[in-house]
């Protein structure tokens, strides 16, 4: 049994400070959803919020339809996954697991089985009698997600569950993770400043910033397609080139930057005079001449070699360097370094987006 | 020599001095305790004998002491321990304005001359209880103002204690077991309580002990009755008498044996840590090759 | 209303006015964490709390206090008479204190006595600073965890036998008759055996040994806690060893230091047994004199009196020494 959550123009301050501003959005029942952001952004408070650990200070928070105002923590209908797991130490690993149920006084007897059937799931078979200090990282991680969900939850929220593991642990328990979700289907409320994360497990992710939902998609959408300067500095890496629109016609804009004039999509129909920044992949770019409005040309300063692809990385505005992203299997040749290469990118997916704060390097 | 080693003998010099003045009465003392003269004495040995022991164990007013100390020592306990731990709690939830004055009046008894303490548990209670008749001739008793008198500073050495556990509480279990279901009460009876279960122990064999030998404020509130140490302290005033050696003997045996077993236990609880912590590790490595 | 019975409107009006403080504050403020008190731990365990708090704070602390100082303001009367019309506010109590009543005059007697007593508790201080310093510098600094350890039973055991017993204990090594009047008496030294006991030695030694551990322990922590690295800097910049205990060591062990000293010299100030058992049969200890109005002349309002003037020199002169080391109250009782 899963079911939707409402946020209804949340508003959290903690005396002057604004945490999280007018957040709306509809998380559906059943669905993978993530928050994304740098530290700071305002998701955990988010995450609190629905748990019933804060009330906010404007706003409603709604679970299944039903208002949460006033409805604490032990009453609601979610389950959380601590970020330090908070595992109880002196209890052993199957009274973790079944704490849940022993204080809805479900017997010893039908704990014990719940216990089993959930260290199963979890593949940690006949281990019950351990104690919490006997376990590996992801072991605790697998027994606090089963101590969730033996309460059967309809909303699981997880706060940055894998920031804690190794790099290889962290991939193997991304794809456990959604497999469980797809497996149990209760809604999953996830949040992480990891994208790569975000863009794998999720359904669709919010990105945050300040305490501002910047934008609310899929994972393709916010990559190809991302509404705020934002967005698209933060998901995957972008080259930035700032400047003021010169000509709008149609979907396209000209933005005359550092480099010159350079032609994108015009997404939000951007007017002439107005302050903007055009955003192009480093996948998006060709080392190559191309149309004179989306051609510029650099210094190279240094090429790394990553195994599947190279990344050529050429003076840009300032201290940020304009990075071009090369294939192994693009046969293009790669310039060395102090080399004056051009640059070009096809304007279909150059993107010109209003001026506004980007991610924090 | 160097100024190294000189410094080191300098040290070590020190070190045995300050023991030899810490446990050299008491040593002395403990001879006495087997030497024949009546008149406590350690040089010359005249002569090995067990009489002060059993001179002990005959003395009436001493035996009756003791059973006093022990019930004053309970009841003390019983009262300063829930107390400590309900002050600690509320400590940490009193209005923040009323902290300080709060913190200042919880921690007044262990400032407080004991002369003071007793002194007021008298004039106080001989008012509050001589409200009534019954009240005074059922509750107007040596023994129940003495543990008055004694669980006010008692009970601050466990608030102390449990203050200093509770600050090593890690509050995400708080709001696990919540999350998971669970209502305070509940919170506060599965996690919090056998999270504090060592503190309660430390605050009952200390509030046991302090209640036991303290002499200040028993020797006001204690009225007509005696506890062991008040005994003690009238045996000492009017003379020496090796029977008192032979008590101090018999109470540092007491004490070597119990730091014994505390050093076993503590030894005991650290393997089983360190072979949970070998297991943990194990794991860890065995998930990184799979 | 009995001034006796006033004592007990004190603590409520108190609670009330922090009460109504906190009920504005929390209307004004939206904290968005705050749990009513009584949410946070169910009604059962809320209420049992207050009662036990209540109970200790008010009726074991906090009354009795106020009473006695009450009761240190009205003249000595047998109980029948007590509540009746020569039950009055007086200050006569600790008049006699300064005022003898029997010669014409000021209480020397009396007075000497509290001036006898801070100063022995003074010196005693100084006294098991000194001692304590060392071995405190020492554990903290240099040992290994197991030999801190046994250090410190080997510190406490000792304590954990009666005060009065290692008052006799004391007696006996230094009486006439006594261990050290032997060995003084055998290696020539003197030849007649050494009065330690009338000359007030006995009182030093006796109540400088009580109070070791009060000393040793709130100097252990502050030092403990002092950062290594800072006495390594010290000794690499080429700082001799007093050095760095005036200008490293001392300073950041202040607080420490004062709740140590703070301590002792309350305890010592306020001791019976020591005293009792130790002292020479020409001194008056002030709390002795406490002790005799009690037991003695079952003055229970003059008691009272010098009690507090016990308790008011003694504050007065600690704050006076923490204003001047520039400590402040808070960081002692750290």
Redesign the interface.
Known sequence: MSAGVELDHIT????EFTAVDNATLDIKGGEFFSFLGPSGCGKTTILR?V???????EGTVRIAGQDMRGI????RP???I?Q?L???P?MSVAENIT??L???GVGKADRRKKADELLELIALPGQGD??V???????KQRVAIA??LA?QPQVLLLDEPLSAL?L??RQHMRNELRAIQQLVGITFIYITHDQGEALTMSDRIAVMSDGVIQQVADGKSVYDDPKTAFVASFVGENNAFAGTVTRADGDYAVVETAFGPLRGRNSHGLRPGGRAILFIRPESARLSAGPSDATFSSKVKNVAFEGNMSHVFLEGIGKKDVTVTVGRQDGAAIPGQDEIAAISYDPNLGLVLPEGKMARE | MNSKSVMRGMIAFYIVLFFLYLFGPLLVMSVTAFNTPSYPQAYPFEGFTLDWFVKLWNHRAMMDGLKNSVIIGIGVVAIAVPVGLAAAIIMNQIYHRARSLYYLVTISPLLTPGVIIGISTVIFWKDVLGVTDFTKEVFYKGIILTIFGQASFVSAYCLLIFMARLTRFDRSQEEAALDLGASYPQVFWHILLPFLKPAVVSAIVIGFLSSFENYNTTTFAILADKTLVTVLAGEVRQGTNPALSALAVIIIGISLAGAIVFEVLKRREQQKADRAQREAVMAERQEAVA | MSSRAFVFIIPVIIIAIFWAMAKIEYRNNNDPTRKGYFERNGKVLGIAFIVLVAFWTLFLVGLPYLYMIVESFHPQLPPSKRGGPDDILTIAQYQSFVLSKHTEGINWLHISSLGFTIFVSIVVTALNFCICYPLAYYMAQAGAPQKVRLLMLCLIVPYWVNEILRAFSLRLLLASKGLINQVLMWSGFTDVPIDFLGNNTGLYVGLSYAYLLVMMFPLYNAIESLDKNQIEAARDLGAPWWRIHKDVVIPYAKPGIASGCTMVFMLSAGSLAAPQFLGGPRMLWFTAIIYDFFFQNFNWARGAAYAFILLAVCIALVMLLLRLFKVSLGETIR
């Open positions: 959290v301050r903690f005396g919020t748990s019933g650990f804060l009330e906010p200070s604490g923590p032990n009453k979610t389950a959380l601590f330090n908070a595992l109880f002196l704490y849940g022993r204080v809805r351990k104690l200090s006997e376990l590996s990282g992801g072991q101590r969730a309460v190794d290889k642990l």
